[in-house]
């Protein structure tokens, strides 16, 4: 099962970026983490991060035969980028919306919403680098039940 784990913006700055809020781990140590619990899970991963809107449905489109599904954290543009949630139902793909921290229970209401929320089949929030991994347990349990059906 390949999985694409794409990191909006803001978060290439993971470790120094307001730390008392997303503290101090990189995001080299998220990619890290998430690569080797993908490797136990039996999942290939491939790391994608901009900071630019355009760029991360680039990449959406392009991995879209590659990829069996999709770990996001479209970080601000969860909260009004359509062309986003537009692209995730362009690609098709099975998909689960993740942030490090608990969006609904945070300063400022624009954080409740997203716009991707009703688009993705899991969501995970407030655990950290943990929401990552609860998104590949999540994948891992829905290929498990496909394979029993089958
Ligand atoms: C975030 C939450 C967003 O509201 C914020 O804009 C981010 C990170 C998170 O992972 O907690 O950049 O997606």
Not at 52 to 62: C, K, Q, S, T, V
Not at 81 to 108: C, F, K, M, Q
Not at 129 to 140: T, V
Request: hydrophobic content about 40%; proline content about 3%; aromatic content about 8%.
């Amino acid at each position: 099962m390949n999985v694409l784990i794409v990191n909006g913006p803001n978060l290439n700055l993971l470790g120094t970026r307001e730390p008392e809020i997303y503290g101090r781990k990189t995001l080299r140590d998220l990619e890290r983490e998430v690569g080797s619990h993908a490797r136990k899970l039996r999942m290939r991963v491939r790391f994608f991060q901009s900071n630019h809107e355009g760029a991360i449905i680039d990449e959406l489109h392009r991995s879209r035969r590659w990829a069996d599904a999709i770990v996001i954290n479209p970080a601000a543009f969860t909260h009004y980028s359509y062309a986003i949630r537009d692209a995730l139902l362009a690609v098709a793909l099975p998909a689960a919306e993740v942030h490090l921290t608990d969006v609904d229970n945070r300063e400022g209401d624009f954080r409740k919403i997203s716009v991707v929320r009703d688009v993705c089949v899991h969501r995970f929030t407030g655990a950290g680098i943990g929401s990552y991994l609860q998104a590949l347990d999540a994948f891992a349990a829905d290929r498990a039940a496909r394979k029993k059906h089958r």
